[in-house]
């Protein structure tokens, strides 16, 4: 390792952990996973349904595989929450006419209506938590986070 990421690592003797990158990280996003439950519970819905509940608008009739890559998340896990969302009326599945095997996944109109309601209370979080930053500022940490999630993911 070279020296010039010394100051950012654990394993130096005089190592602040506010200087840990990966701590802030976590904490920013404890910290919001926090704030959005605590938004949502109004409306019983959770962080995990939430992120399979938007996944879904942004990818309309994904497979349970494509949701369990764009939310991080195990694919056994992935399915339990997709059927409870089924269950709770907010999704329906059925099985991809091209390979059986797949199972896609769309949303209800009760799923697009508490899709809004997400991103309505979502717009108040968001707001909160940008607050004193310019938009390029906000696109300049997008574009460092996208690059880090890069250099991980080789």
């Known amino acids: 390792m070279t020296k010039k990421y010394a100051k ?10 506010e ?17 959005v439950d605590h938004a949502l519970k109004k409306y019983g819905v959770d962080n995990s349904r939430r992120r399979i509940l938007l996944a879904l608008k942004s990818k309309p009739n994904a497979s ?22 089924k269950d709770e009326g907010f999704v329906n599945t059925y099985s991809c006419e091209d390979d059986a095997r797949i199972t896609r996944v769309v949303l ?14 979502m717009n108040i979080v968001l707001e909160q938590s940008f607050e004193g930053l310019t938009p390029l500022q906000i696109e300049k940490m997008i574009e460092s986070l996208k690059h880090i999630f890069k250099n991980l993911s080789r």
């Open 64 to 85: 349970v595989s494509d949701l369990s890559e764009m939310v991080v998340s195990k694919m056994s896990t992935t399915t339990k929450i997709v059927y409870r969302l």
């Open 8 to 17: 950012f690592l654990p394993s130096g003797d005089d190592f602040n952990l």
């Open 108 to 121: 209800t109109e009760k799923g697009h209506l508490m899709t809004q309601k997400i991103n309505d209370l």
């Open 19 to 35: 200087d840990f990158p990966y701590y802030w990280v976590t904490q920013v996003h404890a910290q919001y996973v926090l704030n």
